[in-house]
């Protein structure tokens, strides 16, 4: 756990002005985009502090394996079920505003903007997925 860290925060129900939505996994969160880059924009985060996707290991394969399921399921739950027309991934740090690793999930990415097309570009230098 890092106190400095808003996700972290987040993660542990210390942030009331963000609202949790519904995750099969205890250990990890998901939550509204404060900036949507699309009409469906969330934020999966593990509830433990792991440091962006350059910090990752072979050990955290089923972490982001479960991050993405919950991302598909939090689509479903509102309505959205083209998953063919979905971007997930994560920002390649120096890239990344928030140090706690957290997978975005766009939908639909036929939809997206100029520049949200520009900032969650896929396989990019800045954007993987």
């Known amino acids: 756990y890092n ?5 972290c925060r987040i993660a542990r129900r210390e942030e009331p002005g ?22 469906h924009h969330y934020l999966v985060v593990p509830v433990e502090h792991v440091g962006n996707c350059k910090t990752l290991k072979a050990e955290h394969i089923p972490v982001v394996k479960r991050m993405m399921e919950v ?15 979905i971007r997930m991934g994560f920002h390649w740090p120096p890239f990344n505003s928030i140090s706690h690793l957290h997978l975005h999930v766009l939908a639909p990415a036929s939809q997206l903007g100029f520049l949200s097309r520009l900032v969650y570009r896929i396989n990019s230098y800045w954007f993987i997925t």
Request: aromatic residues 10%; charged residues 25%.
């Open 3 to 7: 106190g400095t860290c808003v996700f």
């Open 71 to 85: 991302g598909k399921a939090v689509l479903q739950r509102n309505n959205f079920n083209d998953l063919n027309d």
């Open 18 to 39: 963000t609202a949790l939505l519904s995750c099969e996994y205890e250990d990890l969160v998901c939550f509204r985009d404060i900036r949507p880059g699309a009409p």
